[in-house]
């Protein structure tokens, strides 16, 4: 039983370029959830889809960042014009519900994103 | 915001001695999950709490959801090299359960 996959675990990209972080939830779960993290430090949300849908992205930056769940493939993370700043660890999580008990959170192994 | 505490920020035990760490908000939390995050890798989910003063075991880890519902802690026995990692605390952000609001992480290190 698969977990949740994460593609590229890496990405090199310079200033100005766009980097799209790729997520597959893990089977049967349909809630997927986005999160930041720069060097130690925890974890910060950034958005939450579903399928089509996003549901809150109070932790979006305004500007350059968006994100998608399509019907179909994997959930997208886009930041276009990166900046210094962007370079952090990417995680993406998926749960089965979304109700208050039992919405455990599955985190994959995350994309590193290196801006230079 | 709400901000999760955790404490300590990092400790160095020896093989075999047990551990406790523990996690405090300045509000109320319905759930608290730990989770461990290996370099690299990201955070697995060691165990989740529902009700307060509820007490849960995960093999030599046990977790307990404190009474307030404003803190929990974390306990490891017989500490294991393999148990090195950052541990996080982490609940459901502004009563919404979706988002999670991390904690600032205990850094674990064991010497042999």
């Known amino acids: 039983n698969a977990g949740v996959m994460q593609n590229p675990r890496h990405l090199v990209r310079r200033r100005g370029q766009e980097a799209r972080l790729r997520c597959s939830p893990m089977?049967?779960?349909?809630?997927v959830y986005w999160y930041r993290q720069l060097p130690e430090e925890g974890l910060k949300f950034m958005v939450y889809l579903q399928k089509e849908n996003i549901i809150d992205e109070s932790g979006m930056p305004k500007e350059r960042f968006s994100a998608e769940f399509p019907k179909e493939g994997p959930s997208i993370l886009r930041i276009q014009q990166v900046v210094r700043g962007d370079s952090a660890a990417y995680f993406c999580?998926?749960?089965?519900?979304?109700?208050?008990?039992?919405?455990?959170?599955?985190f994959g192994p995350g994309t590193r994103l290196t801006v230079l | 915001g709400q901000q999760l505490n955790q404490s300590p920020q990092s400790m160095f035990i020896q093989e075999g001695e047990d551990v406790s760490m523990n996690c405090t908000s300045s509000?109320?939390?319905?759930?608290w999950l730990w989770y461990k995050q290996d370099p690299g890798e990201g955070p697995v989910l060691l165990i989740a709490?529902?009700?307060?003063?509820e007490l849960t075991s995960n093999g030599r880890l046990t977790a307990q959801f404190g009474i307030t519902r404003k803190d929990s802690f974390l306990n490891i026995s017989a500490s294991i090299p393999s148990d090195v990692g950052i541990y996080f605390c982490?609940?459901?952000?502004?009563?919404?359960?979706?988002?999670?609001?991390f904690g600032t992480g205990t850094r674990l290190q064991v010497t042999l």
């Open positions: 982490a609940g459901p952000k502004g009563g919404t359960a979706s988002k999670l609001t």
């Open positions: 509000s109320i939390f319905n759930t």
């Open positions: 999580a998926s749960s089965l519900n979304s109700g208050t008990y039992h919405n455990e959170q599955f």
């Open positions: 089977k049967g779960h349909s809630h």
């Open positions: 709490l529902y009700k307060a003063g």
